[in-house]
């Protein structure tokens, strides 16, 4: 039985466990974040180490993309995904136990690869639920969990640390990604299997066509200068308005990027429902990626009142992009079906590392030229690349969803992606 033929009520609830498990997945990305300053007083950290500590989860969130996408090719998403679970809470429980910062960024690194693990063949599997023409908003919803997840991981674990310490920040992130790894095999139901089998060089094969192909690193090439912005305009924001509007609270500047992690929720479920729906993907990032171009170099030059306009349209820009590119492989010829969860591994590997040197080198701008540089070199490092989405064709007519919606049977004639096992 294909996954895609799952009834809804096996569905339904291995939905919800992946669904959960990235929410929580998210709030072990960000707790750390929370209770950085408690850390660093209680092992002695200075600010450059603490920011090791940050960038060892980052490093092996972008080392081992491709390893779980050819994992995934191996053993299958499923069998990856609940591994993937335990590895990360088991390093996140850990954490809170760790001794000293260098310890701490290690079992930080070790939870970063859990996530590289997990994301990937996590989507392939929660995607093959849902036929084509019918994945789309639950795409967006599987990545407006990640939005709900941060959010919860910034305000709550700042809020457990200072009442109970840093570490229980840590151990009650970790614990929940442990009892998720012992619940989901129960959740999720045994429909996929390994395309590859089991020797390696089948994997391999299987993987060359995904790892090559133009469409997935045009895509990957053309949203990394995105990724950078908006993470940019989350990170970089406080420290700008400190600078250049010292008379803002702490508050009200810190209170711009929360707008949009609350605005990117419910827009990513509607970025996927439009991109199935009639506007097409390509056009439809194409749009989202000049419109958000567009608001990242007016950042500058706004006073309180813009930024309250601005702050909430990326997010809902946020939300629909990264609907539409992480919808984008699961139709895309080179990686549809089997090569889903590579193709995804491979994207955001990219975007990670090329989007962290870029918000490196922003930084580097602001300090030496001043934020409105930084700003300018946001903006351009995010409209360079998008011609490249140019050089390849949209990989479905916009139209033929909603034609097959009106046929008896199309939930199941569509041949889902996962109708080739996964």
Do not use: K
Request: charged share 10%; aromatic share 10%.
């Amino acid at each position: 039985m294909s996954a895609a033929g799952l009834s809804p009520a096996r569905r339904r609830p291995a939905a919800a466990a992946l669904l959960l498990a990235r929410t929580v997945y998210a709030f072990n990305w960000y707790n750390v974040g929370a209770v950085l300053p408690l850390v660093g007083q209680t092992l002695g950290a200075s600010t450059a180490e603490l920011g090791i500590v940050l960038g060892a989860f980052l490093a092996g969130a972008g080392i081992f993309q491709v390893p779980a996408g050819l994992a995934a090719l191996r053993w299958g998403n499923r069998a990856v995904s609940i591994a993937a679970l335990a590895v990360m809470g088991a390093c996140c429980l850990a954490s809170a136990a760790a001794p000293s910062w260098p310890v701490l960024a290690a079992l930080r690194f070790g939870a970063g690869a859990g996530a590289a693990f997990f994301f990937a063949p996590a989507l392939g599997l929660f995607a093959s639920y849902y036929p084509e023409g019918h994945r789309g908003p639950r795409v967006g919803l599987f990545n407006s969990g990640f939005s709900v997840g941060s959010g919860v991981g910034i305000f709550a674990g700042a809020a457990i640390g200072v009442e109970f310490g840093w570490p229980w920040a840590l151990a009650i992130g970790g614990a929940m990604l442990l009892l998720l790894a012992a619940i989901a095999p129960r959740l999720l139901p045994r429909v996929d299997r390994a395309p590859a089998g089991a020797r390696p060089s089948g994997a391999w094969r299987a993987a060359r066509p995904v790892l090559g192909s133009p469409a997935v690193w045009a895509l990957a090439l053309a949203s990394t200068g995105l990724w950078a912005a908006f993470y940019e305009a989350a990170q970089y924001f406080v420290q700008f308005a400190h600078a250049v509007h010292p008379g803002w609270s702490l508050a009200l500047a810190a209170g711009l990027p929360t707008l949009m992690i609350v605005f990117e929720i419910p827009s990513g479920p509607f970025g996927g429902w439009l991109g199935e729906r009639g506007v097409g993907l390509r056009p439809l990032l194409l749009g989202t990626g000049i419109a958000t171009v567009g608001l990242v170099l007016a950042i500058p030059w706004l006073p309180i009142a813009g930024m309250l306009v601005v702050f909430p349209l990326l997010g809902v820009l946020d939300g629909v992009m990264w609907a539409v590119i992480y919808l984008l492989p699961t139709y895309l010829p080179d990686t549809r079906g089997s090569g889903v969860s590579l193709g995804l591994g491979l994207l955001n590997a990219i975007n990670i590392f090329g989007g962290s040197g870029l918000a490196i080198a922003f930084g580097f701008v602001a300090g030496t030229a001043g934020f409105p540089a930084a700003w300018l070199f946001a903006g351009i490092a995010a409209a360079a690349p998008l011609p490249l989405l140019l050089g390849f064709r949209d990989p479905r007519p916009p139209a033929e969803p909603a034609r097959r919606a009106l046929r008896p049977g199309a939930a199941t004639d569509a041949a889902p992606a996962e109708s080739r096992p996964a």
